[in-house]
């Protein structure tokens, strides 16, 4: 099982560029994560899903958006990209809402 | 809302030395307890997680942690740490029933000297 694909691993972005962080898992968990992890501060939740084509928004969602309408994918978009979103970006997945989550390698993200 | 608090920033040690990171949450409900730890340039790994019963358990690479209910503690232990347990590591807690999230602590670098 290849669990969470994140790609790309690396991409530099020119701020006011929009691009779509790309995330699979083929283990037909429900719920799904998006995370960004910047230094010393820990992750903070992006969006989340508990299934396809339901979508809610977590703690600092300003500036992205998602969509879910498969139970595999769960893409994360930039809009117009801002140095304040050059991060570690993690998707996640669980199988039930109590479980622990299984992660993907994540992508960094630079916005100069 | 549920937070969780990791005090310790960056702790250094020796190999055999013996661990013990903290972590306290504030909730006062029901809750799960996880420690991920994430390895230079690797995604989080869960190492072990508390749901109910006995409130010492034990995870993988010998960690185990306590809950302590009253003190709203989930510290971290290992009798002794070894040169590959140099990583990050993260608390964090989710309220019981709740489809929201996990919410993580800051995180706790360790590094282990040769």
């Known amino acids: 099982n290849a669990g969470v694909t994140q790609t790309p691993k690396f991409r530099i972005l020119k701020i006011g560029q929009s691009m779509t962080l790309q995330c699979a898992q083929d283990m037909n968990h429900n719920y799904m994560y998006w995370y960004r992890q910047d230094p010393g501060m820990g992750l903070k939740l992006i969006y989340y899903?508990?299934?396809?084509?339901?979508?809610d928004k977590g703690e600092v969602p300003n500036g992205y958006n998602v969509s879910r309408s498969t139970t595999e994918d769960f893409p994360l978009r930039l809009e117009l990209a801002a140095p304040s979103q050059t991060s570690v970006y993690f998707c996640?997945?669980?199988?039930?809402?109590?479980?622990?989550?299984?992660f993907g390698s994540g992508t960094r993200l630079t916005v100069v | 809302a549920q937070s969780v608090s990791q005090h310790n920033h960056h702790v250094i040690l020796s190999e055999a030395a013996s661990l013990e990171l903290g972590c306290n949450y504030s909730?006062?409900?029901?809750?799960?307890l996880f420690w991920y730890v994430q390895y230079p340039g690797q995604h989080l790994q869960l190492l072990l997680k508390?749901?109910?019963?006995?409130?010492l358990v034990k995870g993988i690479k010998g960690f185990e942690a306590e809950f302590i209910k009253s003190k709203f503690s989930f510290n971290l232990r290992k009798p002794s740490v070894q040169w590959s347990d140099t990583a990050e590591y993260f608390c964090a807690v989710k309220s019981s029933g709740s489809a929201r999230q996990l919410t993580f602590g800051s995180g706790t670098q360790l590094t282990v000297l040769p």
């Open positions: 899903s508990v299934g396809a084509g339901i979508t």
């Open positions: 508390y749901f109910s019963g006995d409130p």
């Open positions: 996640a997945s669980s199988q039930q809402q109590n479980y622990g989550y299984t």
């Open positions: 909730y006062g409900g029901t809750v799960n």
